[in-house]
T-cell receptor, first 112, second 111 residues
Framework: SQTIHQWPATLVQPVGSPLSLECTVE??????LYWYRQAAGRGLQLLFY??????ISSEVPQNLSASRPQDRQFILSSKKLLLSDSGFYLC???????????FGEGSRLTVL | AQTVTQSQPEMSVQEAETVTLSCTYD???????LFWYKQPPSRQMILVIR??????QNATENRFSVNFQKAAKSFSLKISDSQLGDAAMYFC????????FGKGTRLHILP
């Protein structure tokens, strides 16, 4: 069966520090991968999505970036965190366009 | 650009009663998919129901059903016989290759 893992679960970082959140999917190949951010009291904001290795679409131009170095690995990064980057980050995958999204457990980022 | 609007930030319903959550979306496409997801306090996202735009018949899953009005670009969720476990944040989502979510409706179940 397919599983998705996301880490770290909790992160507290100072302003200006780098960020790396990692997500891996098991039990499937060539998944569509997504990064969302959920700020307090708000909905899910799509940050990046990828339909294949090296193919990244950015929805929100800001100081975050994403990479897909392997088929089932999706990484969210920042060189310098801002206070506004605080939030709950969710990685998700699906097998194809009609399919439902399967979400990871989420990563709570607090930038101080 | 596609947008999804949920106009009810919060709603309350008495246990065993019926509640309808509203969702509208904007798109110029004719072929797409719509979802309702539930996020309980655990924060785990759970699929509630899915609707294909090319299907006129409204989707149903046990106590959950949708009213899909394609021309009006409306996709509401009806929860019948509400239970305490239904208390959660509910998100409407529009899908092509990317999936866009609304801001959510927090549903409270009153015992």
């Amino acid at each position: 069966s397919q599983t998705i893992h996301q880490w770290p679960a909790t992160l507290v970082q100072p302003v200006g520090s780098p960020l790396s959140l990692e997500c891996t999917v098991e039990g499937t190949s060539n998944p569509n991968l997504y990064w969302y951010r959920q700020a307090a009291g708000r909905g899910l904001q799509l940050l990046f999505y990828s339909v294949g290795i090296g193919q990244i679409s950015s929805e929100v131009p800001q100081n975050l970036s994403a990479s897909r170095p392997q088929d089932r690995q999706f990484i969210l990064s920042s060189k310098k965190l801002l206070l506004s980057d605080s939030g709950f980050y969710l990685c998700a995958w699906r097998a194809g366009v009609p399919g439902e999204l399967f979400f990871g457990e989420g990563s709570r980022l607090t930038v101080l | 650009a596609q947008t999804v609007t949920q106009s009810q930030p919060e709603m309350s319903v008495q246990e065993a009663e019926t509640v309808t959550l509203s969702c509208t979306y904007d798109t110029s496409e004719s072929d797409y998919y719509l979802f309702w997801y539930k996020q309980p306090p655990s924060r785990q996202m759970i699929l509630v129901i899915r609707q294909e735009a090319y299907k006129q018949q409204n989707a149903t899953e046990n106590r959950f059903s949708v009213n899909f009005q394609k021309a009006a670009k409306s996709f509401s969720l009806k929860i019948s016989d509400s239970q305490l476990g239904d208390a959660a944040m509910y998100f409407c989502a529009y899908s092509e290759d990317k999936i866009i979510f609304g801001k959510g409706t927090r549903l409270h179940i009153l015992p």
